[in-house]
């Protein structure tokens, strides 16, 4: 396991060079073997991590330079100085996220989902500042703070354990829907309030990402969909700016110096680049033609200074995030990090499509940021929380628990002084509940304990543990899931 | 092991597995086990569900992503052209390179013209006064009060451009302007570009544009001649608005003064003039205006125009000229009026005092011109300064008796003494003897009637009739100065020829052109004409010292005044009647009083002219300019060091008894 570990990074490279079909098969066959390591998932979601994060102050302090100039502070770099202190916070808490134990993080995930619907409660209170006329922020000397940020997370973590312990009972609307529901409504009601379009959407689509991992049958999305398209009629149409901002995105040409502007210049800047950008730093859109060029818009700027090129690197790590993210949720056996990974995944990939949407012209614009690439001192910081989340579900897939508990943290995990994962133990409350189901028990008993109990044992104990045990065992985790390891032990 | 798994149940239904939708890197996997059909078989198993949905979710969220990249690919690449073209012209810009307008020197580098780049602030008080309404509107709208409102506003502009910029603006002529109904107002025409900056960016609805300002440090000082120049904006196109020469040498010259503008494209701010950095490009460089090097020496000029307005005040004159001329080069040293203009003035120039007298205004010069004459009658050898003439107290030429400005019987008059006590009937004894042809041609090697070319505008070529038009009488008027006119100029260059030996230099006022690269370009020295030979102008130049002579006997000349302690002085008076078209013939009131004289007179350095136009004949000042000479030739003996002369001019006979 660990050759297989340290053998493939180049393996991925010779991508679609081969002409010969027996140079595709070989490609696909390391490909496979590499993605086949225990924590394939967890690198890849260090590296797309890694590359976002680098890629976002890159383009911050590119794109800010202008409006940090016009500002008083560091001359050319008080935006970026702000951000750069907002991702250090953002790392550390991305280390906490990944180190501490899961359990611990589902545990505390209803204290998290009380303190936020407080947050937002207060901040409607005088104690939270208003800034273009929304009241969305808690300020604190140069610090600023968005609870809708949190509440996201704490929703995401909160409603999963939910439904997670609601699981026998999900096939009753009322189980499925109370509390969770009740609970995202009073969260979109308070950040309404502020109000706040853009971080409403976005609890949306986290609640809606949980249902749907819950399992939920289909017919609600139907219905949810379309609600959600009457109530964003009725909100675009009752409020004159949002109103303005749809109108505008159905005709954007019609009022290029008015409410189109942004939309019109984002699509001017996005040509500018065209095929590869006229360089890092050389994007003419900085300079007042685009506003808010290094938040809601830094993608057109992306676009402007590297070009398609630029863009198609944006867009393929959020791809590889949404595979990935996928593939830890599938991966796991744990129902709560399934839905947590699952979920996590949702709200930071639809995130990022929607802002690129808006801004290349597909959706009406919205203020939705690009995860960990605009500049944004909240968001940046629950993004990398979530990478870390995420990061940590990955480590808990049982290869990567296993590999982990038997070959030691690893270089990476060392160096993090990350704790071995545990792994996961079904809930003892269930257990007595679960044989009474009898068509599972019967599987159950038949197979599990005839195929497995004896060369499970086997591995763990006696021989050096390879990569193909290890694949196998996880193989047989996944076909029979839960109980299955409750036999084992 | 494996071998052994592969055995297993699952190995009989591959197909099976297959169904389920998981098809990624199956290679290992491959062997599932029977659980997976018993979960179908049995109910619609949580996991398998759960699979779909991901697989479900992991495809719509890279479909949107794919739709991004495909609406990309439209952008940037299908449309990317007319976009970007568009992107391009909203944020290209021309602008103009001003030229820096040279300066204009006297002989000594002291600049008596030059520019300064300055800012013209305007503001749109009816647009802004609609936008803060619309604010203040939106506001209450909204339940509040706005803080703006157009009063405090234009007040507080008001006030800090009088605290900026201080005296040059007046705070209630500022609120008038900022208040008054208007799209567009210039509020300061030349603001110093530092202090403009503290206001723009204090202000940005104040609206700035580049100007420059002539400065004339010297005020009034050489001011006839260099003219005045100020900011045009008369041209359609406002790139080549600039400073433009309207009078003098600044018109004159304009065009190398002013340079050439360039241009550059270069990308700026949105919204703003703000040049991205690295964006210029198809730059043409301005061409700087060259430098002007006059022959006017300012101190000397300044002198002479004080000394003008002066005599011009104690003769009662309507007006004074003079000029100083070098008397080997003709260079003019100083060319003064009585009253000139102040550019330096902020309301600008009186129109009443732009005209230059000096050389667009001719005059008869009455006795100077006897000097053709002294000239032509030694030249030609018809007399000698010793030599005696009887001349009666008038004498008839053609139709028409001249007399002389005294009465007398029959005098025996010396050569020297004809002139010096400036006979008219010697004079036109000695011209008759000279004859009208000769003593036409030496009036057109003086170059009299002709320009002198000293290369300023407007100047009159004087008034000369040509030989075949002359009748009997004209002959009886041109040898003492009437019946033909001439500017000051022409009347100090006929001197500056027998100053200068007999070679006349056409006088000058330019001496050099200073290119932008600081080369010095001479101006083309004019072509210097032979009047008369050496001996003649000596001889001449001598016996015009006794003009300023003073003898008992009378054999005074008639400007004692005009003499100089220490230094021999030669020079003519002259009285000329004008013509007075009321009465139809000459008046005998009004009078052109002149003077023209040598400095010193045995090695000559400078040649002065002067004349008075209608002075107060009664009153000393008003009869004669020698005292005016007198002042200002000892100026110039001490501004220049000029050694005294090494002897006393001798005294001499004029009248023989």
């Known amino acids: 396991m660990v050759t297989q570990a340290e053998a493939r990074p180049q393996a991925e490279r010779p991508r679609r060079t081969g002409r010969a079909p027996g140079r595709v098969t070989a490609f696909r066959v390391a490909l496979t073997a590499w993605l086949g390591r225990p924590l394939a998932s967890f690198h890849l979601v260090l590296a797309v991590f890694g590359l976002l994060t680098v890629l976002g102050l890159v383009m911050v302090l590119s794109a800010s330079s202008v409006v940090s100039f016009n500002t008083p502070g560091f001359g050319l770099y008080t935006v970026f100085f702000k951000q750069l202190i907002y991702v250090s916070v953002g790392a550390v808490l991305f280390w906490v996220a990944l180190r501490v134990p899961l359990a611990r993080i589902r545990a505390l995930s209803p204290t998290a989902m009380v303190g936020s619907i407080l947050l937002l409660m207060a901040v409607l209170t005088p104690l939270g500042a208003e800034l273009n006329g929304t009241r969305s922020w808690f300020v604190l000397g140069p610090v600023s703070f968005q609870p809708v940020e949190v509440c996201k997370l704490a929703l995401a973590l909160w409603g999963a354990h939910v439904l997670v312990v609601k699981k026998a009972v999900l096939h009753r609307y009322r189980h499925l829907l109370v509390p969770v529901v009740p609970a995202a409504l009073l969260m979109f009601a308070l950040v309404m309030l502020q109000p706040d379009l853009a971080g409403t959407v976005t609890l949306g689509i986290v609640l809606v990402a949980l249902l749907w991992f819950a399992g939920a049958p289909v017919r609600i999305f139907g219905a949810l969909a379309l609600g959600g398209l009457a109530g964003v009629a009725l909100l675009a149409v009752g409020t004159e700016y949002r109103l303005d901002r749809v109108v505008s995105f159905l005709n954007p040409e019609q009022d290029q110096l008015g409410k189109g502007f942004q939309a019109v210049q984002a699509q001017l800047a996005l040509a500018d680049g065209g095929l590869f950008g006229r360089g890092l730093g050389q994007g003419p859109s900085k300079w007042n033609f685009l506003p808010n060029v290094h938040n809601d818009f830094i993608f057109a700027l992306i676009g402007d200074e590297l070009g398609f090129l630029g863009c198609s690197l944006v867009l393929g790590l959020f791809a590889m995030l949404a595979v990935v993210g996928m593939r830890v949720a599938t991966r796991n056996i744990d129902p709560w990090i399934r839905m947590v990974a699952a979920t996590l995944t949702v709200w930071l990939v639809a995130q990022a499509a929607i802002n690129i949407g808006y801004v290349v012209g597909l959706l009406p614009v919205t203020g939705i940021t690009l995860p960990m690439i605009s500049s944004g001192g909240t968001s940046a910081v629950v993004t990398m929380v979530v990478f870390g989340l995420l990061a940590n579900c990955a480590r808990h897939e049982p290869e990567a628990v296993s590999a982990l508990r038997s070959q030691g943290p690893g270089r990476f995990g060392r160096l993090m002084r990350l704790p071995a994962p545990d792994p996961y133990k079904p809930p003892k409350k269930r257990r007595p509940a679960r044989p009474s189901a009898p068509p599972r028990g019967v599987a159950r008993s038949t197979v599990d304990h005839s195929r497995r109990g004896a060369p499970d044992g086997r591995t763990m104990s006696g021989r050096v543990a390879g990569g193909a045990p290890a694949a196998r065992q996880k193989k047989t985790n996944r076909g029979a899931p839960r109980t299955a390891k409750g036999g084992r032990r | ?657």
């Open chain 2, 1 to 657: 092991m494996a071998e052994q798994y592969r055995g297993g149940p699952g190995g009989r239904r591959p197909s099976a597995r297959r169904a389920v939708p998981v098809r990624r890197g199956e290679a290992v996997r491959r062997p599932s086990p029977a659980p997976g059909r018993m979960r179908r078989v049995t109910k619609r198993a949580a996991g398998t569900d759960h699979r779909v949905r991901v697989v479900v979710v992991r495809f719509l969220l890279i479909a949107a992503l794919v739709a991004a990249g495909l609406k990309l690919v439209q952008v940037q690449g299908f449309k990317a052209e007319a976009l970007a073209e568009r992107a391009e012209r909203q944020r290209t810009k021309p602008i103009p390179i001003p030229a820096a307008r040279g300066a204009i020197l006297d002989r000594n580098g002291a600049e008596l013209a030059f520019s300064v780049e300055t800012r013209a602030i305007a503001y749109r008080p009816n647009p802004q006064r609609k936008e803060i309404e619309k604010e203040v509107e939106k506001a209450r709208a909204a339940g509040k009060t706005s803080p703006l409102s157009f009063d405090h506003e234009t007040a507080d502009i008001a006030r800090r451009m009088r605290e900026v910029l201080g005296d040059q603006v007046n705070e209630a002529d500022l609120l008038a302007k900022l208040r008054s109904d208007k799209a567009f107002v210039y509020l300061v025409d030349n603001a110093e570009p530092g202090l403009t900056r503290v206001l723009a960016e204090e202000f940005p609805q104040l609206n700035v544009e580049n100007r420059a300002m002539r400065e004339y440090p010297g005020g009034s000082l050489a001011a006839n001649v260099v003219g005045y120049a100020n900011w045009r904006s008369d041209d359609p196109d406002p790139e080549k608005h600039s400073v433009h020469g309207l009078i003098g040498l600044e018109m004159l010259h304009d065009n190398e003064l002013s340079g050439q503008p360039g241009r550059q494209i270069v990308e700026t701010e949105g919204g703003a003039d703000v040049v991205i950095p690295g964006t210029e490009r198809d730059r043409q460089p301005a061409v700087n205006g060259s430098d002007l090097v006059l022959t006017i020496d300012s101190d000397l000029q300044f002198f002479t125009q004080q000394k003008a307005a002066e005599f011009a005040r104690r003769s009662g004159a309507k007006s004074a000229s003079v000029v100083v001329l070098d008397a080997k080069t003709g260079e003019v040293y100083a060319l003064a009026n009585d009253k000139t203009f102040d550019a330096s003035q902020p309301g600008g120039v009186d129109p009443k005092l732009l005209s230059d007298p000096a050389v667009t205004t001719p005059y008869e010069p009455g006795s100077v011109n006897k000097i053709v004459t002294a000239m032509s009658a030694i030249e030609y050898g018809v007399t000698t300064p010793e030599a005696v003439h009887q001349v009666p107290g008038s004498i008839k030429v053609a139709d028409r008796t001249v007399g002389d400005a005294w009465s007398h019987g029959v005098l025996n008059l010396t050569t020297t003494g004809i002139f010096a006590k400036s006979s008219n009937v010697g004079t036109l004894m000695l011209a008759d003897q000279v004859g009208p042809d000769r003593f036409s041609d030496m009036l057109g090697r003086l170059g009299i009637g002709k320009r002198t070319g000293v290369g300023l505008p407007g100047e009159s070529p004087g008034n000369l009739i040509p030989r075949n038009q002359w009748s009997g009488s004209t002959f009886g008027n041109l040898p003492i100065g009437q019946g033909l006119s001439m500017t000051v100029l022409q009347m100090a260059g006929m001197y500056q020829a027998i100053a200068n030996d007999g070679v006349r230099v056409p006088p000058r006022v330019v001496a050099a052109r200073i290119a932008p690269d600081g080369t010095r370009i001479p101006e083309p020295r004019p072509e210097s004409v032979r009047v008369v030979s050496p001996e003649t102008a000596t001889t001449v130049r001598d016996m015009l010292r006794s003009v300023v002579q003073k003898a008992p006997h009378q054999n005074s000349g008639t400007a004692p005044d005009a003499a100089l302690t220490g230094y021999q002085v030669s020079g003519k008076t002259g009285t000329a009647q004008q013509y007075d078209s009321a009465i139809g013939r000459y008046s005998d009131s009004k009078y052109w009083i002149t003077f023209a004289g040598i400095l010193p007179a045995d090695n000559p350095r400078f040649v002065v002219g002067m004349v008075y136009d209608t002075p107060v004949y009664s009153s000393p000042e008003g009869h004669s300019a020698a005292l005016f000479f007198h002042d200002v030739a000892s100026y110039i003996t001490q501004r220049y060091n000029i050694p005294l002369s090494k002897e006393q001019a001798p005294i001499v006979p004029l009248v023989i008894p």
